[in-house]
């Protein structure tokens, strides 16, 4: 049974840094994307924000390139979100994502098999 556990959010200032952590068990950390996702407050609608692909590749949408990156630690089979000079547009609830999982479904084109309970960020003066 895949697990994914978030930490780390928290508000923050605009311009400001935060570093989400998100561990992960019951998956094949080598094999496995590892991702987030952000629910759009007040829309209901979710987007994939960055992954961690198997490859060791990258995706970043749009809105967070330059200044979000994605990776993940293999020895601590822990993911981590690196947000920097967050915007308030990037407000949310973050969930670390999977394609590993016992789920199916499709957000942006990224197939998704779990996710964890979500985190959120504020982004506030």
């Known amino acids: 049974q895949v697990q994914l556990v978030e930490s780390g959010g928290g508000l923050v200032q605009p311009g400001g840094s935060l570093r989400l952590s998100c561990a992960a068990s019951?998956?094949?950390?080598?094999?496995?994307?590892i991702g987030w996702l952000r629910q759009v407050p007040g829309t209901g609608r979710e987007e994939v924000s960055c992954v961690s692909r198997r490859d060791n590749s990258t995706y970043l949408a749009d809105s967070v390139k330059g200044r979000f990156t994605c990776s993940r630690d293999k020895s601590k089979k822990t993911g981590y979100l690196q947000m920097n000079s967050l915007k308030p547009e990037d407000a949310g609830v973050y969930y670390c994502?999977?394609?590993?999982?016992?789920?199916?479904?499709?957000?942006?084109?990224?197939?998704?098999?779990?996710r964890g309970q979500g985190t959120q960020v504020t982004v506030a003066s």
């Open positions: 994502v999977s394609s590993a999982g016992a789920g199916f479904w499709y957000v942006d084109g990224f197939r998704l098999g779990s």
């Open positions: 019951g998956l094949l950390f080598d094999y496995d994307n």
